[in-house]
Each structure stands twice: as C-alpha cells, then as structure tokens.
C-alpha cells in the first residue's frame, strides 16, 4: 500500500451521489448471510465479477480437467476472476516467486485464524485476508520504502485516520489484531464508496482519490475497464490479479505442490491489564520466559516497555501465565516500577545530543523530550543528562567512545533508523536468528562485520527486521 489519500467520507459519498451516470456493474459479491454479513448490497448482484472488457483469449477454459472446481465461486466469499493477468502471478508465485510463497504460507496459519474471524465479525468476506499476504506476506514488521508498516502496510496517516497509535512508544500498524480491525473498517469504508470489491482493493492499495478520478472521468466503476485507462498506475492494474492469484493458492495449496509447507501454529496467548511501566524483559523474568518471546507477542512495543502514562495496557503473554503474571505484579510492582526510572550520565567532553543518542541507541527526540531542552541546547561537562532505562546503558568503552567521536559526519540513512539490538542467547545460532527476523544470514553477517558463523552467547548483534 504505497498510497493513502486522507479523504473524508462524507465528502465521498456526496460526490458519488452526484454521479448519476455512473452504471453499477455486477463485479460485488456479498458476504454470505451466514458469515454475518452487514453491508447491504443492491439488487441483482451476481457473485462472479464481470469480464466483459477481455478478449476471449484472456479468459481461461474452465473445462480443462487440472482446474475442475478449483475456480468455482462457491468456494470464494470474494469474486474470482480469471484472466491472463491472474495467471501471470499464478505463474510467478508457483515458479520464480516460489521460494516467497512458501514463506508466505508458511507464516499464514499463524495469523489467518484470527484475522479471519475479525473480518467476519466486521461483515467482510474472510478471503479478504489474502490483501495481507500480498502486502506484506504476512510479516508483522514488514516496512516499505514509503513508510508503510505491518501486515496491512497501514501509512501513519491513514493508520492514525482508523484508530491507529503510531508514536515512538507504540506502533499499533504492527499489533496483528488492532491493524485487522483498523483494515476491516477501512476496507468497508471503501467498499460503501465503490460498491465493488475489487475497485475497494484497488483503492486500498492506490488511495481513494486516484480511484474516484477514474471513476468519474471513465463513467465505469468496473475494475477491468478502468484498468485499460491511464489513471491508475501498473501497481494498482497488477493489485487485483495478484490478489486473486494468492487466494486461489493459499486455499489449494495441494494442487499446486505445496506440501511441504512447515506451518507456524496459529497465534495463542492470554492477556494481563498491566497498570504501570515496566520493561518486558522484567516480566519475562517472572515467568521464566524470554523478552523475545513477549517481544513477540506484542510486537507494537517499540521499546518492550509498557509506556508511561498508561492506565492499564492489555499486555499478551504465553498460554498458562496469566495467573503468574497478575500476582507477581501486584506482589513485586515497587522493585518493577524502579526498574523503568531513567538512568542519569555525566556529559563528558566533546559530547553532543547526536553521538550520546547512538552511544545509547536511542533517538535524540527522546532525549530532548526527557530532559526538557532543545536540540539547540548547548551540553556542559559534567551535567547530569537523563537516559531512558531502556536503552543500552551500559558503560560505554573507551574505544567506542572516541570512534563515536571521530565518526565522520553522516546523513541518517533510513535504514539505520530500522535497526535493533539483539543478544545472542544459548543455542542459537546466525540460522535461527536469522529466521526469526525474517532476514538471511548473508546480511547478518554484512550488519555485524563478521568473519566467522561461530557465535557466543552475550554477543550483541545489528538486525533490520524491515529488509
């Protein structure tokens, strides 16, 4: 989703209202009745999208033995197309696009479930889940080089626009549950514009705008049609196809030769109200778990740290620790509200706002904002600047002090700004690591200098989970 126009549906509808010459086509499908459908829809609707604007050749012959009931719209709650286009990434996601896929997939049973039953609860078609698959492939950190974040790829505007926190404490874009809900409303707010679900993913992927400008200038709200036009970029054109391709594998894994997909098990916790800062890592302490694990669960935590000024956070942690988790806050919460006081360091000479916010991992905002001054602030030795607790407050060395200090001058690439600190802990290797964030070994090795696969516990390492 590289595009979200800010557009208010009031606005919206009133400039639809206005096109009377717009002729609906019969490219909808309604939420079968039984999966509690909400949006009404107008009469004489058909389930399968119309392909009037294609060729003959574009359309595939249903009556080919290998295909028999794979595309029959029973099985679909989002109308199936096939055409030339949807082939093309059938293609690509069975040949050269495999090995993504595969990922894809595999990743897929552990948030399916769930955001399923969100996009039942909310009146949508459950098969409205393959969106995410093609955004982001359903890797919650995933990030774009537009600055779209998670599952849903939610911009910070439009995420913040459907309830959405987006702050340098919490990034609910990836909460797997507060950005299902927030897509679920976006998504039925698009289909009310267009009255088509595949104009509604479009727009979801384009912006409203685009599409409404497409729609007006063509007379047509039917997708294939408007994707013959200039008014929608290849992107959007290829958005659609890409989606139906995705779904029609995912639900037939089998008969495309997926079958040695090893499935993560689908998500599972229990929640516990936690009503004051504190870090993960001090919680996993409690119930002999791991930070990482937590970090996890909860994955909008930017800092694995419950946020101050919070009321009560509804925290996720392991099935069967809930009970642990609620008397260990109650009986330890003195000793674990300590634990997230900020940490005082004495300026030294030649420091700036720039090297003590690297020396520490931590953005300079962060520090002007704890300590009440300016980035213009001037530093004097020897005064004592306040450190969030959870940055690496370890001593700095000598040696990195002074390469933090004749460090040449730098422009902040993005890519920097996406890195986090992991510590190597007992029995993992660069592979698993690896693996659970989603990146390759090879890049691990470039972050971090390497020379060698061996590594010890304690070792810090550099990871960009977004790349």
């Not at 595939?60 to 096939?82: C, H, M, Q, W």
């Not at 990922?103 to 955001?115: H, N, T, W």
């Not at 409303?185 to 679900?197: A, G, I, Q, T, V």
């Amino acid at each position: 989703m590289l595009h979200r126009d800010i557009f208010f549906l009031p606005f919206v509808l009133v400039v639809l209202g206005g096109c009377a010459f717009i002729q609906p086509d019969d490219n909808i499908l309604a939420p079968p009745d039984s999966r509690g459908a909400k949006i009404a829809l107008p009469p004489g609707r058909s389930n399968v999208e119309k392909i009037e604007s294609l060729t003959i050749d574009d359309v595939v012959k249903r009556e080919e033995p290998s295909t028999a009931g794979l595309y029959d719209n029973s099985r679909y709650d989002f109308p199936i197309t096939i055409n030339s286009k949807v082939e093309g990434w059938m293609d690509y996601f069975t040949g050269r696009g495999r090995v993504h896929f595969e990922r894809y997939l595999a990743r897929s049973s552990r948030y399916i479930p769930l955001m399923k039953h969100i996009l039942r609860n909310s009146g949508l078609p459950e098969d409205l889940v393959y969106l995410a698959m093609i955004e982001s492939g359903f890797n919650i950190r995933a990030k774009s080089i537009a600055r779209a974040v998670g599952p849903w790829q939610f911009m910070p505007a439009t995420g913040t626009r459907y309830g959405l926190r987006v702050d340098s404490w919490i990034d609910e874009r990836q909460d797997p549950i507060r950005s299902t809900e927030a897509a679920a409303r976006y998504l039925k707010d698009l289909y009310l514009m267009f009255e088509s679900w595949y104009l509604a993913a479009a727009a979801y992927n384009a912006g409203e705008n685009k599409l409404l400008r497409a729609v007006r200038e063509l007379k047509t709200n039917n997708y294939w049609t408007i994707c013959k036009s200039r008014y929608i970029a290849r992107e959007t054109k290829d958005y659609v196809p890409k989606l139906i391709a995705a779904a029609i594998l995912a639900k037939n894994p089998e008969r495309f030769n997926f079958e040695e997909i090893v499935y993560q098990d689908p998500l599972d916790f229990e929640n516990v109200a936690v009503k004051y800062p504190i870090h993960l890592r001090d919680i996993a302490e409690l119930i002999n778990s791991t930070e990482d694990e937590l970090r996890y669960l909860n994955p909008e935590l930017r800092r694995g740290v419950i946020p101050p000024a919070t009321k009560e956070y509804s925290l996720r942690v392991p099935v069967g620790t809930q009970v642990l988790v609620q008397k260990a806050l109650i009986a330890k919460k003195s000793d674990l509200e300590k634990s997230i006081q900020p940490v005082q360091y004495s300026i030294r000479r030649g420091d700036n706002l720039y090297l003590i916010s690297r020396r520490f991992g931590v953005s300079i905002k962060e520090l002007t904002d704890l300590n009440g001054i300016s980035r213009r602030t001037r530093l004097k030795v020897g005064r004592q600047l306040m450190i969030p607790s959870y940055a690496n407050t370890s001593t700095p060395t000598k040696e990195r002090v002074v390469a933090a200090k004749s460090r040449p001058k730098t422009t902040k690439t993005k890519e920097e700004d996406d890195f986090i600190t992991h510590t190597v802990r007992k029995g993992e290797s660069l592979w698993s690591i690896a693996v659970k964030y989603n990146v390759t070994v090879q890049q691990i090795f470039r972050w971090n200098h390497l020379k060698r696969s061996q590594i010890q516990p304690g070792k810090t390492l550099r990871i960009n989970p977004g790349t």
